[in-house]
């Protein structure tokens, strides 16, 4: 009865610790993910002289468009993963903030949010 005592008092300390952790670290690999898209989109602004549109999203930096004769990719090596909560990247031209947009919206997948349901954008 004590070790089972002892071990829901770990378990108590650990895990939100644990969690907080890994929150974090999912937050951080979104924020990676986004400035590999930025130099990716960059690369490919400067071959083709602008950046996507939004219906041809970020899946532009892997397939050619018929109607880009500049294109010079592949400018990611394979299709854009889905944000760490399994949800696609927004991707928008213009943006509203810069002249693309790559948000992810966070744990919730719904825009806005605070916490780890925060918006991580560009």
Known sequence: MVV??????????VAPRYFSQLSKSE?????????????????????????PRTDQGLKALVVRSESEPKWNGPYLQKDPPPDPWG??????NPGTKREVDIVSYGNDGKPGGECDAADIAN
Do not use: C, M, S, W
């Not at 089972?4 to 378990?11: C, E, K, S, Y």
């Not at 949800?87 to 928008?92: E, F, H, V």
């Open 4 to 13: 089972v005592a002892i071990i829901g008092l770990l378990a108590g300390y």
């Open 27 to 51: 937050r951080q690999t979104a924020q990676a993910q986004i400035q590999a898209f930025e130099k990716a989109l960059d690369q490919y602004r400067l071959d083709t002289g602008h950046y």
């Open 87 to 92: 949800n696609p990247y927004n991707y928008r």
